[in-house]
């Protein structure tokens, strides 16, 4: 029989308890998370840091030759740095002990490429020690991340390095306390120091033997979830977004697609959306002005956390120690945005009612409003599409919408409805699919009423809904384009003297939006270039390659040359070399100069396409020297 009960609070709750059967919970359905990847996906939204030689280089990805000498932060504090994640409303963070560059921030037997050498506090220095304290001591979780790739170790591609890269696991896990994930990149192999060969080198499949690491991962630090390898996966971008629907569960034999998971998928496995406040992960001064702000800030949030998928989001500290003034400024404030549209749910206080399982209030719609995880609505079996409605206590106008299922039974929804009570009678205002840990709908424009029903519409076994709240959005600043450094040089007298395909001048135009391409009749192949003539003689210490905005990759280049020149014909050599992580970060990309060079012309040349065969550039440009 079902039994619509109107919510029931403290004292009178426990009162009717006993007079109702008590029932058995709904057995789990699918794939059900592990108690280290449900404690891991409560934590929601925590801190990357990006720090190390690329700081002092202005590069992303280092090339392995760079000298320890350089990493020498002159007011390092990383307990101010954890404060101001704290002040965030962060949860956690996690370090990049080691990126691609083989450098590592601790004092490891290893390899000789660590914080030894550098004479920051004298070589006696340790980032992950001072992180590891600071964490303890503000109450803030630890991860650390340690870059399978080493483009300075002379083994990497051998043996020798993955017992050496074993070690460096093994050591971040035993020496610092717990640590809540440990994060192993995708990027493997390719062009390199190693050690002095400056060469190209390519792995085989499982070289790193992750199975091995897992394993001894489970041994040290049980608790601790692992990134990539086996606990939680990419959310398929870098600009912190996940599909929807989206999919805690994946397929352990065939994979899938980790934007979106795999619908009741056997493999408990969420994702985790990854984007950093700034254009780069490295913390680069020339980009102040391009910091991500709070209204960008809560549409990722929405994209990402709204969807199921934590959001880890990169803060990176400057050359100092310091998180810069633009970065703390925009975490405040994004904070003070979420807590004011979280502050108040018109759900708490109404009046609930609905179908109970077995007629046990363990079980009531009440627990929709209660703003507790650990507690859930759910119906007899076979009543797999119920329906709850909550009375609010008087009319309310909301555009938020959040909902949570209990994953710890798994992930079962696939399909829900809201309606409001409008004019007389029910109005649909929103149709979802999936919901899983969190689901947060924003819808097109505000609606006021005292009344909202909740339907489920498809699901497989009967709906386990823990949460239901209704929520108002503070008003949003606006925002503004800062995919360009705000200080390239101005190019109104820019010019482009020949190209060897396509519309240059579209490279050039100062538009994110408009791109030069080499596909006209067909593709014309790499290399392609063009010549820009500054009408003046500029001293150039940085170069600029914005890839096309459009969401598309073809013809993106991934290896380029800069070249200029005084007169037009006699031409030097600035800059050869590749741009990483363009097909998951598809930012400016900023070439610095050791030492600056006077000229008037400037020559690019797109020597290889990361998908295709042709090149593209949305924009070239350069920063001039004290700029």
């Known amino acids: 029989m079902i039994v619509r009960l109107p919510v029931l609070l403290g004292a009178a709750a426990a009162s009717v308890l006993p007079f109702l059967s008590a029932a058995e919970p709904p057995p789990a359905y699918g794939a059900t998370p592990h108690p280290r990847q449900l404690a891991w996906q409560r934590l929601e939204y925590y801190g990357f840091v990006h720090f190390g030689l690329n700081t002092w280089t202005d590069r992303e990805w280092g090339y392995g030759d760079e000298d320890p000498k350089l990493f020498n932060p002159t007011d390092f504090d990383a307990r101010a740095i954890v404060r101001h994640f704290k002040a965030a409303g962060m949860t956690g963070m996690v370090l990049t002990a080691k990126h691609h560059d083989g450098f590592c921030l601790w004092p490891t037997k290893t390899t000789a490429h660590n914080i030894t050498k550098s004479p920051w506090k004298g070589g006696r220095g340790d980032v992950v020690r001072e992180f590891a304290d600071a964490c303890k001591t503000e109450g803030l979780k630890l991860g650390i991340y340690v870059s399978p790739w080493d483009r300075n170790h002379s083994e990497y591609a051998r ?58 991962i489970r041994k040290i630090q049980p608790n601790c979830v692992i990134w990539g390898a086996a606990d939680a996966r990419w959310g398929g971008s870098e600009q912190g977004h996940v599909a929807y629907p989206h999919w805690h569960t994946m397929d352990s034999q065939r994979g899938g697609n980790g934007a979106t998971g795999v619908p009741h998928g056997d493999k408990w496995q969420p994702a985790e959306g990854d984007v950093s406040i700034r254009n780069g992960w490295f913390c680069h001064e020339r980009e102040d002005g391009a910091v991500k702000q709070p209204a960008t800030l809560m549409q990722i949030w929405f994209d990402c956390v709204g969807r199921g998928a934590n959001l880890i989001l990169n803060v990176p500290p400057d050359r100092a120690g310091h998180i810069r003034e633009p970065d703390v400024r925009s975490l405040t404030d994004f904070r003070k945005l979420r807590d004011t549209l979280f502050a108040t749910d018109f759900t708490r206080g109404g009046q609930v009612s609905g179908p109970v399982r077995a007629n046990d209030l363990r079980f009531s719609p009440v627990n929709l409003a209660d703003n507790n995880p650990d507690t859930y609505w759910t119906t007899d079996d076979g009543t797999n599409t119920p329906e709850a409605e909550i009375r609010l206590t008087k009319p309310a106008e909301f555009d938020v919408i959040r909902l949570g299922e209990e994953i710890r039974l798994g992930q079962r929804i696939e399909g829900f409805a809201v309606d409001a009570w409008l004019d007389g009678g029910w109005r649909e205002i929103h149709a979802g699919q999936t919901v899983g840990v969190q689901r947060l709908v924003r819808l097109p424009q505000p609606v006021v009423t005292d009344r909202v029903r909740l339907r489920v519409t498809k699901s497989p076994a009967v709906p386990c809904l823990a949460e239901f709240g209704l929520y108002l959005m503070p008003p949003m600043p606006k925002i503004t384009d800062a995919r360009l450094s705000k200080d390239n040089a101005d190019k109104s007298r820019w010019k482009i003297v020949s190209a060897t395909a396509g519309n240059a001048a579209a490279a050039i135009d100062g538009n994110p939006e408009t791109f030069w391409h080499t596909h006209t009749g067909g593709e014309q192949h790499p290399p392609q270039s063009m010549t820009i003539d500054f009408d003046r003689d500029l001293t150039v210490s940085a170069f600029t390659y914005l890839p096309r905005q459009d969401r598309t990759r073809h013809g993106m280049t991934d290896r380029y040359r800069f070249e200029l020149s005084r007169d037009g014909e006699k031409w030097i050599t600035f800059a050869e070399g590749e741009f990483g992580n363009l097909r998951a970060n598809p930012v400016e990309q900023i070439v610095p100069a050791k030492t600056p060079v006077s000229a008037r012309y400037l020559r690019f040349t797109g020597l290889r396409a990361l998908e295709l065969n042709h090149v593209s550039a949305a924009e070239i440009g350069v920063i001039e020297r004290g700029k």
């Not at 696991?169 to 995708?186: A, M, S």
């Not at 390199?192 to 091995?212: M, N, S, W």
């Open 159 to 216: 043996e020798g390095y993955v017992k050496a890269f074993h070690e460096q696991i093994r050591e971040v896990l035993t020496n610092y306390g717990p640590v809540f994930e440990i994060w192993f990149d995708g990027a493997n192999g390719g062009d390199g120091y190693y050690g002095g060969a400056k060469e190209t080198r390519k792995i085989p499949a499982d070289y790193y033997r992750f199975g091995e690491v897992v394993e001894m």
